[in-house]
């Protein structure tokens, strides 16, 4: 009896065990007392283009509506998703993330509700939320030894920075303290993706859309994903795969934007 019972454990985890998971490039972190073996696959989504990017202006936990291009932007991914069945949608309780969700929903030909979330915000930039990037990026550039804004954003691609770096200069210049650092940020960012996992890999698994923001991303993915895959500013819509099995989360391609490319069509 024993040995049926092992053989048929064996068989089970073999089956749910996808054959795409080898193709990927992964890092992995097993959470505790993980127990559930139903895969989820999430399709993170950075929310599309809004009025303060193209102003170039911070926006973290502030929030604009998305412009006629990030509307576009947003179409195209859904239509680019459409065959991906999803079995539950979550998206940060800012306007811009929401909306994306919506209009991805809608173009996807799908009906879910979508699932907001305070922990999928952006990161609090405090008091320098709405102002100019060039101008509140500056001081933290010099402090990193570079002349401004672009040069530090040059240097992050060259591996010379780290993100962490930057947004925690910036946190250490903001007197009232409201500034996340990169920590706070991963910390709640992977704790809502790790109880998203868990209740939806209980619940059966399936296809996850979560749409959030750029720098709570790649912030996030710091320890999942090779840091040569965090250097690049993520595109609006672009999609981030991520599995998790077994406790285990495996990050594909970052930033894909193929997705998008497949909704023009």
């Known amino acids: 009896m024993k040995n049926q019972i092992m053989v048929l454990i064996t068989l089970t985890t073999a ?28 399709y993170v989504t950075r929310h599309g283009k809004t009025m303060f990017n193209t102003a170039h202006r911070m926006q973290g936990w502030s929030d604009t509506p998305l412009t006629a291009e990030g509307v576009k932007v947003a179409n195209q991914l859904g239509k680019g998703v459409k065959d991906v069945p999803f079995t539950a949608v979550y998206s940060s309780d800012s306007g811009r993330a929401r909306e994306t969700a919506k209009l991805v929903l809608a173009a996807a030909g799908q009906t879910k509700p979508v699932i907001e979330t305070s922990s999928l915000r952006e990161t609090c930039f405090g008091p320098y939320e709405g102002t100019l990037e060039l101008v509140t990026w500056g001081p933290v550039a010099k402090s990193l030894g570079y002349e401004g804004f672009m040069p530090m954003l040059q240097g992050l691609g060259k591996n010379e920075i780290t993100l962490d770096q930057m947004m925690d200069g910036l946190a250490a210049t903001d007197q009232s303290g409201q500034t996340e650092t990169a920590a706070q940020v991963r910390t709640r960012m992977k704790s809502e993706l790790s109880a998203i996992a868990e209740k939806v890999s209980a619940s059966g698994g399936g296809n996850v859309l979560v749409v959030s923001h750029g720098m709570a991303i790649l912030t996030m993915l710091k320890g999942w994903a090779p840091d040569e895959q965090l250097r690049q500013q993520l595109e609006n819509a672009s999609v981030t795969k991520i599995t998790y099995l077994n406790g285990n989360f495996s990050v594909g391609k ?8 497949k909704g023009k069509q």
């Open 15 to 42: 089956l749910f065990v996808s054959p795409l998971k080898a193709e990927q490039t992964t890092i992995s972190t097993p959470l505790p007392n993980a127990n559930q073996m139903n895969e989820v696959t999430f």
């Open 254 to 261: 970052v930033g894909d934007m193929r997705y998008v490319e």
